[in-house]
């Protein structure tokens, strides 16, 4: 059972307002139940909020917490007014006192993604999750030369949401490819990845854990059979060696940590956020 019911109230899509929130939740051990209430842009839809939220206290008998990235003050009002619950407002906490210190008003925009489907940065990134795609577990070798990463490792290893990771959050271009038997027995990359090792980031897995996903995806199998996997691991890992290839174990590593880490490591010239 969660403990508390924790409300992101925006006027945008909410992702600001959670993201924020689950970083500062984080902290705390608890399982909280996540409501999120985006495009809250006018009072009427403001007074439905504070209804619902409101009932939820009074039903759970604790105060609900709520996070808000409101930015119109008209409905921001009728949430501070009409809300029972601990409300925490993300941008009076923070944009009112850098618009004093910086001696400027900020925008006051509702949500990040008003204006940004006409930037470039938008159309480098919906490209890059389309490369991404093509170029999922090996799909492809076309345009290689225009990937900024690419990743491999044995199958299950975190490849693809790692890429994905690495489009839709930075806007980078990241091909995957799996190790697969035939590699191994050649001892060598996939050939198609060689002129581009500068490229490459290997990801590894502790075999016991590789074993539990695989049983998950086909249960009883040599692929899943923890037999095969130490092996794969272990032929991976002395590929990559041997490739002097960069590499990290993803066991215990969320895939935010793992993208920071290939960003540091690869340092691409294009980043985008």
């Known amino acids: 059972m969660h403990s508390r019911t924790v409300f992101f109230v925006s006027d945008g899509t909410g992702i600001t ?30 007074h439905q909020a504070v209804r619902q939220i409101n009932h939820t206290g009074e039903v759970e008998g604790k105060k609900p917490v709520v996070f808000t990235t409101l930015v119109n003050m008209e409905v921001l009002k009728v949430i501070q007014e009409g809300c029972k619950g601990m409300l925490l407002d993300m941008f009076g906490t923070f944009v009112h006192p850098l618009e004093e210190e910086l001696g400027i ?55 693809t949401p790692t890429s994905l990771y690495l489009a839709m959050q930075c806007g980078l271009k ?50 899943a059979s923890l037999e095969n996997c130490r092996m794969e691991v272990s032929e991976a890992e002395a590929m990559m060696r041997r490739a002097g290839i960069r590499w990290l174990s993803t066991t215990t590593k969320s895939i935010e940590e793992i993208a920071t880490t290939i960003l540091q490591e690869i340092r691409p010239e294009k980043l985008v956020y």
């Open 105 to 159: 008003k900020s925008h006051h925009r509702v949500g990040r993604f008003s204006d940004v489907s006409r930037s470039k940065e938008y159309t480098d990134r919906i490209e890059a999750i389309n490369f991404s795609l093509a170029h999922d577990d090996g799909q492809s070798n076309r345009d290689l030369a225009g990937a900024d990463v690419i990743l491999v490792g044995v199958s299950r290893s975190g490849k």
């Open 174 to 223: 990241a091909a995957n490819y799996p190790l697969i038997p035939e590699d191994f027995e050649r001892r060598q990359l996939p050939p198609a990845l060689v002129p581009f090792r500068n490229k490459i980031f290997g990801l590894t897995i502790s075999p016991d854990r590789l074993a539990e996903i695989r049983a998950e995806r086909r249960p009883n199998s040599r692929y």
């Open 17 to 46: 307002a959670e993201t924020f929130g689950n970083a500062i939740l984080a902290q705390f051990e608890m399982k909280p139940r996540h409501v999120r209430l985006p495009f809250i842009d006018t009072v009427d839809k403001a």
